[in-house]
């Protein structure tokens, strides 16, 4: 396998997973390892791809499909649930001017919320989509006319026509990045803008054993990428979005302007970090089954998350069968089954249930049970990743 940002042979194998289960970011099982490698040269950290990858994204892969309003809980603030794609609007217009008239695509857009609400907010943007599937079409449909969406190829009518591009956590999953950034060089603007947010596996650490997540972008695989791509980095910010990387860079007209990215002494301390995180996935298969050894025969069990840290906790469990339910503030789970454990409120959590085990980043697991008041005067048991 060669690496997918600088195209040398791969021999830093850093992750395997000990079962031949692995999990997707749909939390859904997939048929074989997570075997995952840190590249020498530029830095990226890299999984073997999935089977049929192409044939995944065009006719399996359906995010957030159940409805139009279905979206991700990013944050809850007194409260209140904050959605992701609130949340992604409000930083791409901090982080960008977006005067009337700006022609805007976004690339690997799935359902497109993140547009269809910056539409909402300054509708004079004329907003453009392109996919790898024909899923979401009947999403699209809804705010935009049929002549501002691609599916599959990019059409040269597009070449130069966009002021900004944007990537909403669609690098990750890309077999072959350089081909996007390339279309992306395409359709973009001179000194246009090519804005996206892709995961953090320092900061999320799960990104590295999504299975069909075959990217996990560093700072320095990131830049080497835009640059080699005619892109010169005008920001990297790993604080505006919780667990993720917000890039904004600009489409140069010579190319010898973009400077290399220097190698020195950040490979090797990258190297220690990346092998900390894999470490920590490589070890926390054993410390679920040890906790799981300490709960009574006779206790209930209950699972906080319906994301893919809840997902990976039961994977790891030789009894999943003692999970009575799954615990989740979004209201669109509540009252659904997921992997046949149904989904209620904190508020619905029955008083005979002792142990939660917390399926959250754990960088933020225990601030975020600290904060939930219905958990403040009941005697509760958690496990913590």
């Not at 997973?17 to 997707?24: G, I, M, V, Y």
């Not at 505006?240 to 002494?265: C, D, P, Q, Y």
Request: proline share 3%.
């Amino acid at each position: 396998m060669n690496c997918n940002i600088c195209e040398i042979k791969l021999t830093k194998n850093i992750y395997n997973s000990e079962s031949t289960k692995s999990l997707t970011s749909l939390c859904t099982l997939y048929d074989g390892p997570t075997q995952v490698f840190f590249c020498q040269e530029c830095g990226h950290v890299q999984s073997v791809e999935i089977a049929n990858i192409d044939e995944y994204y065009k006719s399996d892969y359906d995010i957030l499909v159940e409805s139009e309003e279905e979206d991700q809980i990013y944050e809850m603030i007194n409260g209140q649930p904050l959605y992701r794609t609130e949340h992604q609007v409000s930083t791409l217009l901090k982080k960008i001017d977006l005067p009337s008239g700006t022609k805007i695509l976004d690339y690997g857009c799935a359902k497109s919320s993140t547009m269809r609400e910056l539409k909402n907010r300054n509708p004079k943007v004329e907003v453009h989509l392109f996919d790898v599937s024909e899923r979401y079409i009947s999403f699209w449909r809804k705010f935009l006319s049929e002549d501002h969406w691609e599916t599959y190829v990019i059409p040269s009518a597009w070449d130069g026509m966009f002021d900004v591009v944007t990537s909403f956590f669609s690098l990750e999953h890309m077999a072959h990045p350089q081909d996007a950034l390339r279309q992306i060089f395409r359709v973009t603007k001179m000194n246009g803008i090519f804005y996206g947010v892709i995961p953090n596996v320092f900061s999320n650490t799960a990104d590295m054993v999504v299975v069909d997540h075959v990217n996990h972008f560093t700072a320095i695989s990131l830049t080497h990428l835009l640059h080699n791509n005619g892109f010169e980095v005008i920001e990297l910010d790993d604080v505006s979005h919780r667990g993720a990387l917000v890039f904004k860079a600009r489409k140069v007209k010579n190319l010898s302007i973009v400077e290399e990215v220097t190698k020195s002494n950040k490979l090797q301390d990258l190297f220690k970090k990346v092998n900390e995180v894999a470490k920590f996935w490589q070890d926390i298969g054993a410390k679920v089954k040890d906790f799981e050894l300490s709960i009574q025969n006779n206790d209930q069990v209950a699972i906080y998350g319906a994301g893919f840290y809840g997902a990976f906790i039961t994977s790891c469990l030789k009894h999943p069968e003692k999970i009575s339910f799954i615990i989740d503030q979004s209201p669109f789970l509540q009252g659904r089954k997921v992997n046949g454990i149904t989904v209620i409120p904190p508020n619905e959590l029955p008083q005979e249930i002792k142990v939660v085990l917390v399926g959250f980043n754990p960088a933020h697991a225990r601030r975020l049970i600290n904060e939930i008041s219905e958990f403040s005067n009941r005697q509760l048991t958690f496990f913590f990743l």
